[in-house]
């Protein structure tokens, strides 16, 4: 959906029919948005890798008023409330701050990400403050060290 994210669409649709079954079919890793779209209504998450077959079993349980989530994201999900352990500070991002932390640490600059996003350079950049002061770094290339050790870009 190019100058759209999912999150966005998917904030749209819920906002216009609260009741309507989402699920979400991405490109992106389950590690990267499965339990941030989870959080905003959705029914449920696959990657387009999955195969046919899990992906009518989906389409099915989220009709019949189900969730549908992988065992591997089950397993996550079931470690995060076993762990007394604190949410991983990108979760603690608004959604278009986890956006800009993404293209950030993609090495885009902040005329670029601005551009793409069709913010201004100032708004840009104070979501990147923000960004900083929420996970406690200092700079960009600690932003795009810890990206890539989370597996939050490609």
């Known amino acids: 959906m190019p100058g ?18 989402v699920l979400v079919l991405s490109m992106h890793p389950e590690n990267q948005f499965a339990v941030r779209v989870l959080k905003r209504g959705a029914s449920g998450y696959m990657t387009k890798e999955s195969a046919p077959e899990e992906l009518v079993g989906a389409i099915k349980k989220v009709i019949a008023g189900g969730r549908y989530v992988s065992t591997g994201l089950a397993e996550k999900l079931a470690s995060y409330l076993a762990a007394d352990t604190q949410k991983p500070p990108q979760e603690l991002l608004s959604d278009r701050e986890f956006q800009v932390l993404r293209l950030i640490a993609s090495g885009k600059i ?10 201004s350079v100032k708004t840009i950049s104070t979501y990147r403050t923000r960004i900083l002061e929420k996970m406690g770094m200092k700079n960009n290339a600690e932003l795009m060290h810890y990206a890539m050790q989370h597996q939050l870009v490609e």
């Open 4 to 21: 759209r994210s999912g999150l966005e669409v998917l904030r749209e649709i819920k906002k216009s029919n609260p009741r309507l079954p």
């Open 110 to 119: 902040v005329s670029e990400i601005a551009k793409e996003l069709s913010l």
